[in-house]
Each structure stands twice: as C-alpha cells, then as structure tokens.
C-alpha cells in the first residue's frame, strides 16, 4: 500500500514551451501533496505544498506563475512547469501525506527528471 | 530556519557495520525521519522516530536520538551492496503545516 506514482519518469523539451507533471496516489486519498526540487548530488527543496481544493502554498523563492500546481482531486496532483528554461531541469519529485493516517509520514513518487534544451 | 546537517560520504566494507550522522538545529522536532534514495529514484521511508524516544531498533537499522545535542544517527548492522544509496535525515516540527526539512544526504558506498 501507499504507492505514488509520477508521470512522466522523464521529459525532454524545449526552450519556451511547458511542461506538465502529474503525481497520483494510487491506494489512498491524500489531502496535501508535496512537490519538491532536488538538484544533481544536493537535498530536496521543499517548492511548495498543495492542499485538495485550495490554492498551494509555495516556499519563499518560488515563482508561483512559473511553477504552477493543481491539486484537483484527493488522488492527483499537477506541477506544470511554464516556459521553461534550461535552468529549470532538474529531478522534480512529489509526496503524499495519507488523509487521516498518523502524525506527518509522507509517501515518495519516484520523481521525474526534466531536461529543458 | 531550520537546518540540518551530515556528513556527505561514508564507504564501509560489506559485513562490517554503518554509522550515518545527522545534526539538526531546531529544538522543536517532533519527527525525525530517515530516508533511502538509490539512483534516480524517489525516496524510501526507511525509520523514524519520535522526539520523546532515545531509541529504536527495526531489523537492521538501529536509530539512535541525543535530543539536547539535537543529533540523530543511522546504524546500519552486515552493511550490504544492496544498501549503497544516499541516506537522507530529515525533521519536521509540531508547527504549521508540518513542513519536513531534509538534511544535505549521505552517499554510502559499500565495498564488496
């Protein structure tokens, strides 16, 4: 129990265009999901948290226009990373806190790494 | 804020045993946790622990908590190939929305 999936596993684009990353829990709901950024051989940073049916709450230097999160449902959330630039690839990687379960464990997507050209 | 700290690489020969360290400043931690992370991959929740426990021992892993010095620590017993990655600690304290700060991860190579 407990998975999190992420799709895609990896993206390529290009300069300018935008990308879309969805993080799902597959076996539970989950009423906060977390997206962070972790840069080659670093820690994961915390971008932002988002919270099912409310606006997410993003980290101090975290563009929220350019990092755009939607947490429709209690089993899906969505970064889309707009007009993106090469400075923008990175391993992107979700969690997922299950609603009602104890104190604050968060499940791990396998994250998905983003190569912007 | 809060910052946490460990050492950035460990190599331990396989069978012998690993001792991953952790600091942490913020003196209101409720949650310590302790994460694997293997190549490309997310994270694997591997133990935690709560503030108010010195100790805690599942299998293989022991952990063990010195709260006034506000330092964790990951043993690792029979250390194996297949337990190479990076180890992240990470804390999370009783306020707001119970945001988890990861230290900087620890790189453990185990030698055959």
């Known amino acids: 129990g407990a998975v999190v999936s992420q799709h895609p596993s990896w993206v390529i684009c290009k300069s300018g265009t935008s990308v879309k990353i969805e993080c799902r829990s597959l076996?539970?709901?989950?009423?906060?999901m977390f997206w962070y950024r972790q840069f080659p051989k670093q820690s994961l940073m915390l971008m932002a948290t988002s919270n099912e049916g409310s606006k997410a709450t993003y980290e101090q230097g975290v563009e929220k226009d350019k990092f755009l999160i939607n947490h429709a449902s209690l089993t899906l959330s969505t970064l889309t990373v707009t007009s993106a630039h090469p400075e923008d690839s990175s391993f992107y990687i979700c969690s997922a806190r299950p609603h009602g379960l104890w104190g604050n464990e968060q499940f791990f997507g396998p994250g998905t790494r983003l190569t912007v050209l | 804020g809060e910052d946490v700290e460990q050492s950035l690489f460990l190599s331990v020969r396989e069978g012998d045993s690993s001792v991953i360290n952790c600091t942490y400043t913020?003196?209101?931690?409720?949650?310590l946790y302790w994460y694997k992370q293997e190549p490309g991959a997310g994270l694997q929740l591997l133990t935690y622990i709560f503030s108010n426990m010195d100790m805690k021992q599942d299998q293989r892993l022991t952990v063990l908590l010195n709260k006034k010095d506000k330092h964790l620590s990951l043993r690792i017993a029979d250390t194996q190939t297949g337990d190479s990655a990076i180890y992240f600690c990470a804390e999370t304290s009783s306020g707001g929305y119970q945001k988890v700060t990861f230290g900087t991860g620890t790189k453990l190579q185990v030698i055959p």
């Open positions: 076996d539970f709901q989950a009423t906060t």
């Open positions: 913020d003196s209101s931690s409720t949650y």
